[in-house]
Structures are given as C-alpha cells and as structure tokens.
C-alpha cells in the first residue's frame, strides 16, 4: 500500500482500500506517521489515524489537514494515564505503557467493526455506508507491538512503521542473538569495548552505543519489555523504514532477511513535499509553535555561516551542560540559532529565566527560539552545521539538506546514529557525551571553517543528498 501511495495513480482499487495508523504520541515517531497518513491518502486510499486526545489538542493542524484530505479521518484515543497527568514527552516510556494496558479492548472492537463488508443500518431505517473495508493497519514499531496480538486476533495485517535507522533498527533486532550468544547482559563495566556480532557493523560499534538497558540484568522488567518486542516485530508482514537504499544498503540487506518485505520511503518529509507541494507539509505534523521569526534573521546571514543547534523534542540537560554550549558556540565566532525548549532543562523552573538570560547574552551573535521549522531552517542557505541530538528525524533531515553535523547523541538509537554519521558515512563530527566549552568550540570550528576535514565531510554529506533526490526516481527504487 506505501509503495502503491508512492508510484502508482489513484486507481478504484485503493479508493476501496483502508488503512488504520497507530502512532507513538510522540513528535519523532508522530510526524513520519503523519506523513505516512498523507501520502496513503494523497492515493486515494482511507486513513484512520489513532491519536490520543492529548496530542490531539496540540495538533493545530487537524482541521487544514481533515480539510486537505477527505479519506483521513482522526479517531480521538483514551491514554489511559489520569487527568492531572502532565504527559510531558519525555515520559515516553510512561505514556506507552499506560497506552498498551488502555487501547487493547477498543482497538479489537476497532478493528473488527472496520472489517464488515455491509452497510450499516440506523435505528430510523437509513442506511449508512461503511467505510470500505480495512485492508490493514501500519504500527509505531516501538511500545506499540502489542497491536500485532490484536490484529492477528482479528485476522488483519499488520505492518510496522519503524521510525530509527536501518543501522540502529538491526541492532535491536540482533539483541535476541547478543542474549543467546552470552554476550548480553555485559558482564564488566567497560562501556568502550568494541561489539563485533551485529553483521555489517564489525567495526563501528561499542558497547555504549547500545541502548542503557543492555546493561541492566536479564530478568529486569524493561530488559524484558524491549527484547519482547524486537521479537514481537519480526511477526508483521512488512516493515517501513524512513530510509533510502543508498544510504543504508547493506545493513537493509541484512534486515531483509528477517522480514517478509521492508519499504524504504525516506525521506519521508521530502517525499511527502514533492507528492503533495510546500503548503502544509512542513509544519502540519508539528505539536508545538513554531517561532518563524528565525527565518527572518537567518536571512540576513551570510552564506553556510550559522550553525543550527538543535536537540529534538525529548533530549534534556542539565543548567552546566546549557551554559556550556553557550559558551562553546560564542567562543566559536560562529552565528548560531539555537532551539531551547521550556522544557529542555531537568530543572524546568531554571529553565526560562536560563534561556532569557542566555538571549541577552547571546545579542546579535546569534537567535534562541522555543521551537523552529526545523526542516526550512536547514534548507536555508546560511546554514552551514548542524549540532544535533543525532534523533533519526533530526538525521536524515540534515543529511536531505546537505549539511554537515555535530553529533551530541544522548538516547536510545541515537548513538548509533552518531556512529554512522561520524564514522560511517563520514558526514560530521561524533562529540559523544562531552559539552564542555573549549570541546564545543573546538568541534564547531572543525565542522565550520575550511579545511581538509570539513571538506571532506561536506563532499560526503553532498553526495548522499544527491542519492537521496535520486531514490525517488523509478531507478532508484530497489526492492527487498
Ligand atoms: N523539530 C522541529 N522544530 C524544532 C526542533 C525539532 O520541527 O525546533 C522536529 C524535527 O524537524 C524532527 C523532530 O522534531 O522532525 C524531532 O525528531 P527526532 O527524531 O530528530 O528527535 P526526537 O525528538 O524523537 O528525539
Ligand atoms: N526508542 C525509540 N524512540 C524513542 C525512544 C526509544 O525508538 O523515542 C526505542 C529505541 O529502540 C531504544 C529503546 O526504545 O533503543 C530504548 O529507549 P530508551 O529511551 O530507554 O534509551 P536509553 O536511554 O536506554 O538509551
């Protein structure tokens, strides 16, 4: 159905079809389900998208989006978690254990009324067509793997919407061989040893670019929940990865030989852009504000001259880290905006008096803002580095745009991500875990000021924007 969404006009047969999505509440996994949604419908097929009544009141956008597309319909989904809850994104792991234990009953009775064929009769004696029948339902893969239980109960198939990397992805999935193999729990705490039994990342990866549970012992509740599920997503029909084949090539190799089919669609803000125009499709996946002021001002900068500073949406520090980097980038000489979220520091109460003394501070050598649009800000031509959390998103989003990154990777599959980046592909600087002021300065004048290595980097990082515009041609397409 992607790959049909994709190539192939709008035809009776997916004018019949239906498609229900259930994402991750969460902006990362949000925005590439929401763009799945639109290309699915941009084909004329109908799109049941789940989201919980929380993320529904943040999402501005519904109604252009309900207006734009008349087969996507947005169903309203209890969260389970009680009213005074903050819901704050960064309890990711909170909302999707409260979801999994809520949605199961409603999501069965979902599904099956989805599937009846027949028109439905009202109690005045009308009839009322039905939607056309479910075809299937596409999943966040992470937190979400409890849905495959429901749909093969209900006899629908299921695919997987994974919102990693390829590379990141087939680590997880080769966690269950790490356990049998012995290799897993660590057994010391030598986080720099180098992991030599995922196939196709020999000599890439450390046991510290795994995810932290990895360390934690066998039995514990989250080591368990996480291996349940790289188990539990090897049983869909398809998975869908925001990637494209020349990026990831090999490793998708390797992933295609435990799954039935994989769709590369990425980049997914790119394709859904060149399939539906500029007019939404930027900002409508966003659940916050966007301060567009900052283009202005990136207007009046000179050519590849600002670096982008920006974490994502759950990435938090510590007040030292923040005056750190602010340090770091003024040292630098280097024009910067930078996104400070209200909720970025650990200690939300320093948090806004920190980012208005830091704007203060900052003057005209660079802009702070709460929230940007990230992907205009990084086709900008003044922007010349990207230092970034290293989220998937965040990643193939700058690689789309050709700009070199700094990589400061903090979470879950953004270490690895930051590997390939820095020592993969080569199209930035791996800063791991060090903030401080004289190492940020440094990194950001390696990135941006002329050299051999920024040279490099820029040719690579050039060329996989290049095979990128290239996937979405016929002769790029490869299928696994
Ligand atoms: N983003 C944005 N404006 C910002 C910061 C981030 O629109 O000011 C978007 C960014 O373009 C990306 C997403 O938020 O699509 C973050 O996803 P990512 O996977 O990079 O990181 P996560 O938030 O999941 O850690
Ligand atoms: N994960 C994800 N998206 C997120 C958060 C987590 O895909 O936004 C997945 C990812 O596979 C990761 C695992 O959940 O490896 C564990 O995430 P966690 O946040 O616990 O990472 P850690 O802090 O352990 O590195």
Redesign the pocket.
Same mark, same amino acid.
């Given at each position: 159905l992607a790959r049909h969404a994709m190539y192939v006009d709008m035809e009776q047969q997916q004018q019949n079809s239906h498609v229900v999505l259930l994402p991750?509440p969460?902006q990362?996994?949000f925005t590439p389900m929401l763009s799945l949604a639109q290309l699915l419908c941009h084909a004329g097929i109908h799109v049941t998208f789940l989201i919980t009544k929380h993320s529904h009141s943040l999402f501005t956008q519904r109604d252009a989006l309900s207006a734009r597309f008349p087969t996507l319909h947005f169903e309203s989904i209890p969260d389970g978690l009680p009213p005074d809850h903050g819901r704050k994104f960064s309890a990711?792991?909170e909302v999707g254990a409260s979801l999994r234990s809520t949605i199961k009953p409603f999501l069965r009775e979902l599904l099956i009324s989805l599937t009846k064929k027949d028109d439905e009769t009202s109690n005045d004696g009308s009839t009322r067509r039905r939607l056309p029948p479910l075809r299937c339902m596409v999943i966040d893969g992470? #937190?979400m793997c409890f849905a495959i239980d429901v749909a093969e109960e209900v006899g629908i198939p299921i695919f997987a919407l994974?919102?990693?990397s390829a590379c990141?992805f087939w680590c997880?999935t080769c966690i269950p061989d790490l356990i049998q193999q012995g290799q897993l729990p660590f057994q010391d705490e030598d986080m720099d040893q180098p992991i030599r039994d995922i196939p196709g990342m020999e000599s890439l990866l450390r046991r510290r670019d795994l995810?932290?549970?990895c360390k934690m012992p066998i039995d514990h509740p989250?080591f368990k929940f #996480?291996v349940e599920e790289f188990e539990a997503i090897t049983r869909v029909s398809a998975l869908i990865l925001n990637t494209f084949d020349d990026l990831e090539s090999p490793i998708l190799s390797h992933i295609a030989t435990r799954f039935p089919k994989i769709y590369t669609l990425g980049p997914f803000h790119a394709l859904l852009k060149s399939r539906i125009g500029n007019d939404l499709s930027s900002s409508a996946s966003s659940l916050r504000h966007q301060d567009r002021r900052c283009m202005t001002w990136l207007d009046s900068q000179q050519l590849r001259s600002v670096i982008f500073v920006s974490f994502g949406s759950?990435v938090k520090l510590t007040r030292v880290q923040l005056l750190e980097f602010w340090h770091g980038l003024i040292d630098s000489g280097k024009p910067f905006l930078w996104v400070i979220r209200s909720d970025m520091l650990w200690n939300e109460q320093e948090a806004h008096a920190t980012s208005v003394k830091l704007e203060v501070g900052t003057k005209e050598k660079g802009f702070i803002a709460e929230w940007v649009p990230q992907e205009e800000v990084l086709a900008h031509k003044a922007i010349g580095g990207f230092l970034t959390h290293s989220?998937w998103n965040s990643t193939i989003e700058g690689i789309w745009a050709g700009v070199p990154m700094l990589c400061w990777p903090?979470?879950?599959?953004?270490?690895v991500n930051s590997r390939w980046v820095g020592e993969g592909w080569k199209i930035g600087l791996d800063m791991k875990d060090t903030c401080d002021r004289s190492t940020v300065e440094k990194m950001v004048r390696a990135l941006m000021e002329e050299g051999d290595r920024s040279a490099q980097i820029f040719k690579s990082v050039d060329t996989f924007a290049k095979l990128a515009r290239h996937a979405f041609t016929m002769e790029g397409l490869s299928l696994y």
């Open positions: 991750l969460s990362g996994h990711l792991h992470i #937190f994974r919102t990693t990141s997880y995810p932290s549970f989250t #996480f759950l989220g903090q979470i879950a599959d953004q270490p």
